[in-house]
């Protein structure tokens, strides 16, 4: 990530996670963050460039939402923040009945938060996760 103090602010208002503990000297700068003083992500200021995600590498990161329910809440907390879903036209402010959102941080990494709530229909290969970022090749 290229810029410490954007990424925490844009995991605590997208995702609503809180910081656990940060260093902010001038080398080494990161963050753990997560929820109820757990660890679900840790943030390294690494970088100055852009992330390729046309090369090997992180794919996507994805976060499981418990219920399609907890999946709404997450959405409306996204759009709240104002965080853009990737394929959302405007036309709905329920993407979350699909079972899962797709979005970028600040540093363009792809991000997703889906759900295996029995509520949510299964694509084809039930067996298979379901992956929106994998639909158009990218």
């Known amino acids: 990530m290229t810029n410490l103090e954007r990424s925490v602010d844009f995991y605590r208002r997208s995702l609503g996670f809180d910081v656990i503990r940060q260093s902010t000297g001038p080398v080494n700068r990161y963050a753990l963050m997560g929820s ?63 079972g899962q959102l797709f979005f970028a941080d600040p540093d363009g990494i792809r991000l997703e938060i889906y759900t295996d709530d029995p509520a949510v229909p299964h694509g084809p290969t039930p067996a298979l996760p379901r992956c929106g970022y994998f639909d158009d090749g990218a």
């Not at 390729?52 to 996507?60: A, E, I, M, T, Y």
């Not at 997450?74 to 036209?89: I, P, S, W």
């Open 36 to 98: 109820d003083g757990v660890v679900l992500l840790t943030l390294w200021e690494q970088s100055s460039g852009a992330f390729p995600v046309n090369r090997p590498g992180l794919h996507h990161l994805s976060f499981e939402a418990a219920t399609l329910d907890d999946l709404r809440a997450a959405e409306k907390r996204l759009r709240t923040a104002g965080v853009a879903l990737r394929d959302d036209d405007g036309s709905s402010e329920d993407a979350a009945s699909a």
